[in-house]
C-alpha cells in the first residue's frame, strides 16, 4: 500500500513518516489509507485472475494432448465395414424411353434388352393376340410397384380398386355407364394406370380393344368422351397420327378443359399440343394454371410453391382436382415429401366424388377409376420427361 505526498506528490509506501522525494513530513489521512487499501485489493484480485486462467489454459492443453494420445496412440482404427454388393436398380432405363420421341410400340417377341427386370411365371401377363405390349406401360409394369411402394401407398388398396374397375367390364370389352364410349375410356385409362397383374393387363387389353374399333366413331362422340378416348388411346401409344391431326385445335378447345389438359403431359413431346389460349380460358383455378404453364414449352412463368403443400391438397375435394394436383406435385417436385405424405393418405382413404358430368358417363365406378389415376400419377410418367 503506498500513499502520496501532500507537497511534492511522490508516491511513498504507507508507514513512511518523511517524503523520500522532498523530505517533508507526510502527513496520512484515513481516506488515503482506505484508497490504498482497495486499489491493492485490485491489484490482488487481477493478479488471482491471471494466475486462474493460465492454469485453466494449461489443464484444456493437457486434456487436449491426452484425447489426441488416447485417439492416436492407444486406440485401434475402426475397421472398414464389409457389406454384401447390392446388384444396380435400373429404375430410368434409357432403353425404355423410345417412346418419348414417337416411337411405335415393340414388335411382338422382340427379346428383352440387358437390365430389364425379371418377372415371375406366375405374374407374367396373359398372351394378347391383337395388341402389342406398348414401351410405355412395361416401363409402368417394370418400375410402377416399386415407386408406389416405396413412396409408403396402400397397394393393397390400390389393388382393391382395380378389382373395382374389372368388376365394371362387360364380356365384350366394353365398360358400363351412361355413355359406354366414355365409360369403356375411363376404365381402360385407370386399368393401364398400374399394369403387371394377369386379369387386369387383361381387361386392359379387352378394353383398349374395344376402344380401336370405335376411333372412326369419334367425330359423332360428344366432347367428353372423344377426350376420355384420346387420353386413352395416348396413354396406350395406340392413338393413330391420322386422327390426332384430325381432331387438332378440338384437341385442346376447352370444351372439356380438364381430361384435355389432363392429357397433355401423355403426349410425346414431339406431338404435344402447343396451342393451349382455349384451356386456360376455361381452366382459370390457380392450380389448372400452373399445370397448364408446366406443360406450356413457351412458358418462362415460375409456379407458386405454396400450391404444392399439403395444406392445400387437403382442401381439395373433387377427384380431378386431386388429379392435376397430384400430377403437377410429381411434375414440379418442389414439396416431394408433401406428395408422398398425400398419395399415401389418399391411397388409403376412399375415393372422393367426381365431377357429376363424368359420375353421369362413367358410371359407379367412376371414383375409383380416378382415384386410381390420381395415386398411381409417380408411375405414370419417368419424370426424367417431364421436365419443360
Not at 219 to 236: F, G, H, N, Y
Not at 344 to 351: D, E, H
Amino acid at each position: 500500500m503506498n500513499v502520496n505526498c501532500a507537497k511534492c506528490g511522490k508516491l511513498n509506501p504507507l508507514g513512511t513518516v518523511f517524503c523520500h522525494g522532498c523530505g517533508g513530513r507526510i502527513e496520512v489521512t484515513a481516506g488515503q489509507v482506505l484508497g490504498s487499501v482497495a486499489e491493492t485489493e485490485r491489484h490482488l484480485r487481477e493478479r488471482t485472475i491471471y494466475h486462474w486462467g493460465r492454469s485453466a489454459l494449461n489443464l484444456c492443453g493437457f486434456a487436449l494432448f491426452a484425447a489426441l494420445a488416447l485417439r492416436y496412440g492407444m486406440v485401434p482404427a475402426v475397421p472398414l465395414a464389409e457389406l454384401p454388393a447390392t446388384p444396380p436398380q435400373v429404375l430410368f432405363p434409357i432403353d425404355n424411353l423410345a417412346w418419348a420421341d414417337g416411337a411405335g410400340p415393340a414388335a411382338p417377341g422382340t427379346p428383352a434388352k440387358p437390365g430389364a427386370a425379371v418377372v415371375a411365371a406366375e405374374e407374367k401377363p396373359p398372351p394378347m393376340p391383337t395388341i402389342a405390349v406398348p414401351k410405355r406401360l412395361e416401363w409402368r409394369r417394370q418400375q410402377g410397384p416399386f415407386i408406389l411402394s416405396s413412396m409408403g401407398l396402400d397397394m393393397a388398396r390400390l389393388a382393391a380398386m382395380q378389382q373395382e374397375v374389372v368388376a365394371a367390364q362387360k364380356p365384350d370389352g366394353s365398360f358400363a355407364g351412361g355413355d359406354p364410349l366414355a365409360a369403356t375410356a375411363l376404365g381402360t385409362l385407370a386399368l393401364h394406370a398400374l399394369p403387371g397383374k394377369p386379369p387386369v393387363d387383361a381387361a386392359a387389353a379387352r378394353g383398349l380393344t374395344a376402344l380401336l374399333a370405335k376411333v372412326a366413331d369419334l367425330s359423332a362422340a360428344t366432347p367428353l368422351s372423344r377426350s376420355l378416348v384420346i387420353m386413352a388411346l395416348v396413354d396406350a401409344e395406340a392413338l393413330p397420327e391420322s386422327v390426332r391431326v384430325a381432331f387438332g385445335i378440338r384437341l385442346v378447345d376447352g370444351s372439356v378443359g380438364t381430361w384435355q389438359a389432363l392429357a397433355l403431359p401423355l403426349y410425346a413431346p414431339k406431338s404435344r399440343p402447343s396451342e393451349l389460349a382455349g384451356l386456360r380460358a376455361a381452366l382459370k383455378e390457380p392450380l389448372w394454371q400452373a399445370f397448364l404453364t408446366i406443360n406450356d414449352a413457351s412458358s418462362q412463368v415460375g409456379v407458386d410453391a405454396r400450391l404444392l403443400f399439403s395444406e392445400n391438397a387437403k382442401s381439395l375435394l373433387r377427384g380431378e382436382d386431386r388429379l392435376v394436383w397430384a400430377h403437377l406435385a410429381w411434375h414440379h417436385p418442389l414439396a416431394p415429401r408433401d406428395l408422398a405424405d398425400t398419395l399415401k393418405a389418399w391411397s388409403a382413404a376412399a375415393p372422393c366424388a367426381v365431377d357429376p358430368a363424368l359420375a353421369t358417363v362413367a358410371g359407379t365406378f367412376a371414383p375409383a377409376a380416378v382415384a386410381l389415376l390420381t395415386v398411381t400419377s409417380p408411375a405414370r410418367l419417368p419424370p426424367v420427361l417431364l421436365t419443360r
